[in-house]
């Protein structure tokens, strides 16, 4: 079982950025596909973004694509999250997931993960 714990979060006003990590052990780290979701109060969690293990290609929800960006370090086992241009909607507990996924289009479903961290709130301010 692969243990994930994701640090970084914090109070930033709109236009702010912040940077993400989430460091991973227990597992061969570089196989590994990572995932950012992210939940707000009262709301499903929803795909962030993914990096691939196998050849790190990524891939964004729509509403970040362009503002966010998904880098791993595979030497620290650390994924990363950097977020640019924060809007107050940003909002919402951050969490990094990790599987053992493939297929892209597979990435994009919370269920296909099993492995979570604790989360880390990020609250962008208007």
């Known amino acids: 079982q692969v243990q994930l714990v994701e640090s970084g979060g914090g109070l930033v006003q709109a236009g702010g950025s912040l940077k993400l990590s989430c460091a991973a052990s227990?597992?061969?780290?570089?196989?590994?596909?990572m995932a950012w979701f992210r939940q707000a109060p009262g709301k499903e969690r929803e795909f962030v973004a993914v990096?691939?293990?196998?050849?790190?290609?990524?891939y964004y929800a729509d509403s970040v694509k362009g503002r966010f960006t998904i880098s791993r370090d595979n030497a620290k086992t650390t994924v990363y999250l950097q977020m640019n241009s924060l809007k107050p909607e940003d909002t919402a507990v951050y969490y990094c997931?990790?599987?053992?996924?493939?297929?892209?289009?597979?990435?994009?479903?919370?269920?296909?993960?099993?492995?979570w961290g604790q989360g880390t709130q990020v609250t962008v301010s208007s």
């Open positions: 997931a990790t599987d053992r996924l493939r297929v892209i289009a597979t990435m994009k479903n919370p269920a296909n993960f099993h492995s």
């Open positions: 990096i691939r293990g196998s050849d790190s290609t990524t």
């Open positions: 227990g597992g061969t780290f570089s196989t590994y596909a």
